[in-house]
């Protein structure tokens, strides 16, 4: 079983809690700039959800979302 | 000095000697008055002379944000500003949200303090340390909307604060928009930005916020994020919004208006207008509104709003018809940064007067309907001062000036026209504190403690009393109103619900009730030591939010006011009419009429829970030994 990581980008509401606990969590400080994830467009229309090179999917940003723009499924193989 | 959750620094910007310098904090005004608005306060007894003309250069505006914003802190992302306001002459706070304060704090600044007055039309940007004051040539003379897309589009998500044309044009109502969405500055902030010649300020950084403990700090928010997450009606908060709270359509049904009530229902809302739900930075109840007509006048127009609540209820004016009206007008507003409410109060009165003969088209200079057309311009000639607008662009206080008597007709207190209309809503004390808010009839501080409780028994309103950290001492004295059947003295809890209001915004924290309920004033300074690793104590946020709003009424008595400032509009003893229905100004439960007498008590009783000369409404010397002021007074 493998965490996958399911995107919805219509339901972001551009609060970057996913981006401030995954700075936290790897980087022990708030900065939104240093985390794997990174929203774009935040208040604009169409926000945009991207991950960095870098990024483990611990799924810790899924997690934390609280407005499923971002859900954990788990999937069989690998 | 190791900052942890503060970063220590102020950016000072001189607009007149285009001069940008850092100045540090100090760690004892920090415990004083810890930080966004408390700090504000102190900064501004430092830095405003009494008795300057707010629009000149000698005005300065102090930006800040609190030690928790920057960080995943619920709902800590408050910007707030103080300042000497044009529609009133008080120095008053305005709290924004959204995500000026956020970046501002990520860019390594608590607060901004912009003085003087550019030459020409500038805007600034704050990238972490490469501050700059720029040409704005091409955005002066552009709204909001436009000015804020193309400040995005320049720099991806920053946060920015922004005027439109009223700013530009100094109307004395003009407010300022965060992110194009949060108003901030009811009162006049756009026109003091506009006479410093100042289009817009757009800050990004990248420094992140670091914080002393954060095994603490994860346990902290684990448990308080457990409680919202499972709160039964965040589901519904997060569907509504603010139309949760306040259910426009359910307010015109009760008025007979039952064609208009459909227009701002539940189901129009969420089949006909919601385009997307936007939050502030670390917000778990995301309440801001991006609206989309869909259908009929005004199909494709997109409106960024605080709360889809503030377009539906300029419905309550009789000229208007449809949600498509209701938003072009309020998106008009919104974009010319001017005051919705102030709007929508002028075009009442107007009305008013000219259906009691007192004004005319002599005096207007326009044709007078009570209609959206008439609204609308009305709204372009307030905005850009043409005719009968530029008399109204000049506020509640000119138009007194300038027609005789006509003061007492007005709802306003301080100049500044009435929020929460007591009639309808009875004498809470978001009611109350219009009257003794130094800046005027605002509502704000007052939140909270007689609307949470609304309906609930005294066991329930004296829990609420007890997380907002009010002494065991006053609960006794706030049971106790000037008749026994009003059940609490709102005067007496007005002074808790205001230091309850300033912790909050001391800290960045937003106040609004559906975030507000999860916090204690325990809760809340567990957090601030969790990021600051400053160990104060319950009692050092406690007093140091009695010492900021002390510090606050000082400064507006040395402008000159005092008790008789602090009156109670005489409409609110006349009947108000609502559709075939009339109200009386009663208290909380509705089983009392207020009478000019119970209303002189509860003045009597708010200035004696302040610790205030009652016939004064000035602090007391004692009192302000106690919170070490006797310097400032």
């Known amino acids: 079983?493998?965490?996958?990581?399911?995107?919805?980008?219509?339901?972001?509401?551009?609060?970057?809690?996913?981006?401030?606990?995954?700075s936290f969590f790897h980087k022990q400080k708030?900065?939104?700039?240093?985390?794997?994830?990174?929203?774009?467009?935040?208040?604009?229309?169409?926000?945009?959800?991207?991950?960095?090179?870098?990024?483990?999917?611990?799924?810790?940003?899924?997690?934390h979302c609280l407005y499923d723009a971002l859900r954990i499924t788990m999937t069989e193989g690998k | 000095?190791?900052?942890?959750?503060?970063?220590?620094?102020?950016?000072?910007?001189?607009?007149?000697?285009?001069?940008?310098?850092?100045?540090?904090?100090?760690?004892?005004?920090?415990?004083?008055?810890?930080?966004?608005?408390?700090?504000?306060?102190?900064?501004?007894?430092?830095?405003?002379?009494?008795?300057?003309?707010?629009?000149?250069?000698?005005?300065?505006?102090?930006?800040?944000?609190?030690?928790?914003?920057?960080?995943?802190?619920?709902?800590?992302?408050?910007?707030?500003?103080?300042?000497?306001?044009?529609?009133?002459?008080?120095?008053?706070?305005?709290?924004?949200?959204?995500?000026?304060?956020?970046?501002?704090?990520?860019?390594?600044?608590?607060?901004?303090?912009?003085?003087?007055?550019?030459?020409?039309?500038?805007?600034?940007?704050?990238?972490?340390?490469?501050?700059?004051?720029?040409?704005?040539?091409?955005?002066?003379?552009?709204d909001i909307v436009e000015t804020t897309d193309y400040l995005w589009d320049k720099f991806d998500s920053c946060g920015v604060i922004a005027i439109g044309q009223a700013g530009e044009n100094l109307v004395k109502s003009a407010m300022a928009l965060i992110d194009k969405t949060s108003t901030f500055g009811r009162g006049g902030l756009g026109a003091i930005i506009g006479s410093k010649n100042l289009k817009a300020i757009a800050v990004k950084g990248n420094l992140g916020v670091p914080i002393a403990n954060l095994k603490e700090f994860k346990r902290l928010y684990n448990n308080l994020l457990k409680r919202i997450r499972y709160y039964p009606q965040r589901d519904s908060w997060i569907k509504l919004g603010m139309l949760r709270s306040l259910p426009v359509g359910m307010l015109l049904g009760a008025k007979g208006q039952k064609k208009k009530a459909r227009q701002c229902s539940e189901r129009v809302y969420l089949k006909k207008l919601k385009r997307r739900r936007i939050a502030c930075p670390s917000c778990p109840m995301a309440d801001k509104d991006v609206l989309e007509i869909r259908e009929g006048a005004y199909t494709g127009l997109i409106?960024?709003?605080?709360?889809?609540?503030?377009?539906?209820?300029?419905?309550t004016l009789d000229g208007l018809n449809t949600y498509n009206e209701a938003i072009k007008a309020f998106d008009m507003i919104n974009r010319y940064g001017l005051d919705s409410l102030t709007i929508t109060a002028?075009?009442?009165?107007?009305?008013?007067?000219?259906?009691?003969?007192?004004?005319?088209?002599?005096n207007t200079e326009m044709q007078w309907k009570n209609d959206f057309n008439t609204l609308i311009n009305l709204i372009e000639m307030i905005a850009y001062r043409k005719g009968f607008g530029n008399e109204l662009a000049d506020g509640w206080r000119k138009l007194a000036e300038n027609y005789e008597d006509i003061d007492k007709k007005m709802l306003t207190v301080k100049g500044l026209d009435v929020v929460f209309e007591p009639r309808f809503l009875r004498l809470g004390t978001m009611e109350f504190e219009q009257i003794v808010n130094p800046k005027g009839a605002h509502v704000a501080s007052g939140g909270s403690p007689t609307y949470v409780g609304a309906g609930g028994s005294m066991e329930k309103f004296k829990n609420h009393f007890n997380r907002m950290g009010i002494p065991e001492s006053a609960i006794d004295r706030i049971f106790k109103p000037p008749k026994k059947q009003m059940g609490i003295n709102v005067g007496r809890l007005t002074r808790y619900s205001e230091d309850w209001y300033t912790i909050l915004t001391s800290l960045g924290l937003c106040a609004r009730a559906q975030m507000n309920r999860f916090w204690s004033l325990k809760s809340v300074t567990a957090f601030y030591n969790a990021i600051t690793g400053l160990n104060l104590s319950l009692e050092d946020l406690r007093k140091a939010a009695e010492r900021s709003w002390n510090l606050l009424k000082i400064m507006n008595i040395k402008e000159g006011f005092s008790r008789k400032d602090d009156k109670f509009p005489n409409e609110w003893f006349k009947p108000l009419k609502f559709g075939?229905?009339?109200?009386?100004?009663?208290?909380?439960?509705?089983?009392?009429?207020?009478?000019?007498?119970?209303?002189?008590?509860?003045?009597?009783?708010?200035?004696?829970?302040?610790?205030?000369?009652?016939?004064?409404?000035?602090?007391?010397?004692?009192?302000?030994?106690?919170?070490?002021?006797?310097?400032?007074?």
């Open chain 1, 1 to 22: 079983m493998t965490a996958e990581i399911i995107v919805n980008e219509n339901n972001c509401t551009g609060c970057l809690i996913c981006q401030l606990w995954c």
């Open chain 1, 30 to 63: 708030f900065s939104p700039s240093e985390a794997y994830i990174q929203i774009t467009n935040q208040y604009g229309l169409n926000p945009k959800i991207s991950y960095l090179d870098g990024c483990t999917k611990c799924g810790q940003c899924a997690q």
């Open chain 2, 1 to 142: 000095m190791d900052w942890k959750g503060y970063t220590g620094r102020i950016l000072n910007v001189d607009l007149t000697n285009e001069k940008i310098s850092i100045s540090k904090e100090n760690i004892e005004d920090i415990k004083q008055y810890i930080g966004g608005f408390g700090m504000n306060c102190k900064l501004a007894a430092d830095l405003l002379k009494p008795n300057i003309d707010p629009l000149s250069s000698q005005n300065t505006i102090i930006i800040g944000t609190g030690p928790l914003v920057g960080t995943i802190t619920p709902g800590a992302s408050r910007t707030v500003a103080i300042t000497k306001f044009p529609a009133t002459g008080a120095i008053a706070n305005s709290c924004g949200s959204m995500s000026f304060g956020f970046h501002l704090k990520q860019a390594g600044y608590d607060h901004v303090i912009i003085s003087g007055k550019a030459e020409n039309p500038v805007y600034l940007t704050i990238l972490n340390q490469k501050v700059e004051i720029l040409d704005a040539k091409t955005l002066w003379g552009r």
């Open chain 2, 303 to 315: 409106s960024y709003n605080s709360s889809v609540i503030n377009p539906f209820l300029m419905l």
């Open chain 2, 346 to 362: 002028f075009f009442q009165f107007i009305s008013k007067m000219y259906e009691e003969g007192v004004f005319s088209e002599q």
């Open chain 2, 580 to 633: 075939e229905n009339e109200f009386k100004f009663q208290d909380f439960f509705g089983g009392i009429n207020i009478t000019h007498e119970i209303a002189n008590q509860l003045l009597d009783d708010y200035y004696d829970e302040r610790g205030w000369d009652k016939q004064k409404g000035h602090p007391s010397q004692a009192r302000l030994e106690e919170l070490g002021l006797n310097k400032y007074f």
